[in-house]
């Protein structure tokens, strides 16, 4: 997962680039550019990217994706590497010494975006696993206690039954 440095520079790339074009419903981000407008620039209406990262692979496989069509722009007829016939016209510039970096940036903003509590998820989650072994061994222990006392008379009460 990429950092938060990461993810505030993807967030401030895709305002600047992306968000022309694409919306991220999910996190109230709505495209400025109507659906009637985009469809004569493009022939298609650009996706909400809200769940992109998501769809395109988990464990971070779709933000490399993302990445990499960002950064796979070429001149010529199918346009990019990536995904041939691509509607959308490159976002950044082929000479740009930081196309990677930005590319990588808006990926780990869309992962971002996907989940946003997903990291307060994993902290609880690690908190709450912890608990629970806590009082697994706790429960053990007691159980240990209370039994206790049967296990020290188990041996002399065998001979003890009834018709022996």
């Known amino acids: ?39 004569a620039a493009f022939g298609k209406v ?20 993302i990445a990499a069509l960002l950064s796979a722009y070429v001149d010529a007829p199918e346009k990019n590497r990536v995904s041939p016939g691509i509607a959308m016209p490159a976002p950044f510039a082929g000479d740009d010494p930081d196309l990677r970096r930005k590319a990588a940036d808006v990926a780990a903003y869309l992962l971002f975006a996907a989940d946003p509590h997903a990291a307060e998820r994993r902290r609880i989650g690690a908190g709450v696993l912890v608990y629970l072994a806590a009082l697994a061994a706790l429960l053990f222990l007691v159980n240990r206690r209370t039994w206790s006392g049967l ?14």
């Open 1 to 39: 997962p990429a950092g938060a440095a990461a993810v505030a520079r993807g967030r401030e790339v895709f305002a600047q680039v992306c968000r022309s074009c694409h919306g991220l419903r999910y996190l109230g981000e709505r495209a400025p550019l109507a659906e009637s407008d985009a469809r």
């Open 46 to 65: 650009p996706p909400d990217l809200s769940l992109m990262a998501l769809a395109r692979g988990r464990e971070g496989q779709g933000a490399a994706y």
């Open 151 to 164: 296990r020290d008379r188990g041996g002399a009460r065998g001979g003890d039954a009834p018709g022996a």
